[in-house]
């Protein structure tokens, strides 16, 4: 899984990066091996005006399908991560489970009530 982290008039703080990767890590260790690239842009909006502005946008990529992307505003950045992260892993659990799963084949033509009351007729 390739991880891309980009901030946009917001300085990414160490701190907030290893907080990032820890929730992406717990968020998407079982589908890890399904996921080619998921792409982090967090963003200030109006940077020290204040307000609810903190954007955090999580793009997945899984090969062979449409790819997932979230988009989460909020007034705080660690807010914004958390949902926006539990958001994308929940989508991204739909999707792979869907691939994943076997689709179930129709059973053959149930039998008519006329051949189960022969069956049991032969009995007697």
């Not at 914004?80 to 999707?95: C, D, E, Q, S």
Request: charged share 25%; glycine share 4%.
């Amino acid at each position: 899984m390739n991880l891309q982290m980009v901030a946009q008039d917001f300085s990414l703080t160490p701190s907030l990066q290893n907080y990032l990767q820890r929730r992406l890590g717990a968020a998407f260790a079982r589908a890890s091996n399904r996921v080619m690239r998921i792409v982090i842009r967090l963003r200030d909006i109006n940077g020290p005006r204040g307000g609810c502005d903190m954007v955090c946008q999580i793009s997945v990529t899984i090969p062979g399908q449409p790819e997932v992307v979230i988009r989460e505003v909020q007034t705080d950045m660690y807010k914004a991560i958390n949902a926006a992260v539990k958001r994308a892993a929940y989508r991204t659990r739909l999707i792979t489970h869907r691939r994943s799963t076997p689709r179930y084949e129709k059973a053959g033509p149930s039998p008519d009530a006329s051949q189960m009351n022969e069956e049991t007729s032969d009995r007697d």
